[in-house]
C-alpha cells in the first residue's frame, strides 16, 4: 500500500518538475511603439539639438524622421525567442527610492543592443526611463551609443566614434517633446 501511495506521488509530481516556465521578458517594443504613437498624438515640435567638434546646432525635426530614427536604434524585441536566449534579465526593487529596475543584458556579439535598463514606477508600472547602451560597426570605425529615454520628455543620444581603439569624435543629440 505505501508503495503505490509513494509511486502514485512520484507519477503525479514527475512531470510538475520537467515543465520548465518559460521567460517572460518586458514587451520593449510594444511600449516603445506607444510612447511614439503618443509623441505622434501630441500637437508639439520635435527639437533637435545636437554637438559634434564644439559645434552646436538646433532644429525642428519631423515626428515620421524621429520614428524613423528611434525604430532603428532601438529595434530589440525581448519577445522573440533569439532574444530570450541571448538576453540574461535582472529585476531589482528599491523602496528607498520607488524603483523598480529592470536590465537586459548580452555577451552576444552579433546583438548590436549590449544593455537595455527600465526604471519603472511600482505604484503604477509606469516607465520612468529607460537606457541602452547600443554597439555598431561600419568598416574599421566602431560606435558606441549611450541612449536615455525619459519617457514623456525626451531623449539623449551620446555616440561616440572609435578607430583602433582610440576616440576619433564624439556627438551629442538630444530630442526633445515634453509639453511639461
Given amino acids: 500500500m505505501k508503495v503505490n501511495f509513494l509511486l502514485l ?3 503525479t509530481l514527475f512531470p510538475a518538475c520537467q515543465t520548465e516556465k518559460e521567460k517572460e521578458y ?12 503618443q509623441i505622434d498624438s501630441l500637437p508639439v515640435a520635435i527639437f533637435k539639438y545636437s554637438k559634434r567638434n564644439d559645434k552646436t546646432d538646433t532644429v525642428i525635426i519631423e515626428k515620421k524622421k524621429f520614428r524613423e530614427i528611434t525604430s532603428a ?10 532574444n530570450l536566449d541571448a538576453y540574461t534579465e535582472l529585476v531589482l526593487e528599491d523602496t528607498d ?3 523598480i529596475n529592470i536590465s537586459y ?14 526604471n519603472i514606477n511600482p505604484g503604477t508600472s509606469l516607465v520612468k526611463n529607460f537606457y541602452v547602451e547600443r554597439m555598431d560597426q561600419i568598416n574599421d570605425l566602431n560606435i558606441l551609443r549611450k541612449i536615455l529615454w525619459t519617457s514623456q ?8 566614434y572609435y578607430q ?6 564624439q556627438l551629442t543629440e538630444k530630442y526633445s517633446w515634453s509639453i511639461q
Avoid at 105 to 118: F, G, S
Avoid at 164 to 169: A, I, M, P, S, V
Fill in 73 to 82: 536604434l532601438l529595434n530589440i524585441d525581448l519577445l522573440n525567442k533569439d
Fill in 153 to 160: 520628455k525626451g531623449v539623449t543620444i551620446i555616440s561616440l
Fill in 26 to 37: 518586458f514587451p520593449f517594443q510594444t511600449f516603445l511603439q506607444q510612447e511614439l504613437n
Fill in 97 to 99: 527610492i520607488d524603483n
Fill in 9 to 11: 506521488v512520484l507519477i
Fill in 164 to 169: 583602433d581603439n582610440k576616440l576619433k569624435e
Fill in 105 to 118: 543584458t548580452t555577451d552576444n556579439k552579433k546583438a548590436p543592443i549590449k544593455q537595455l535598463q527600465l
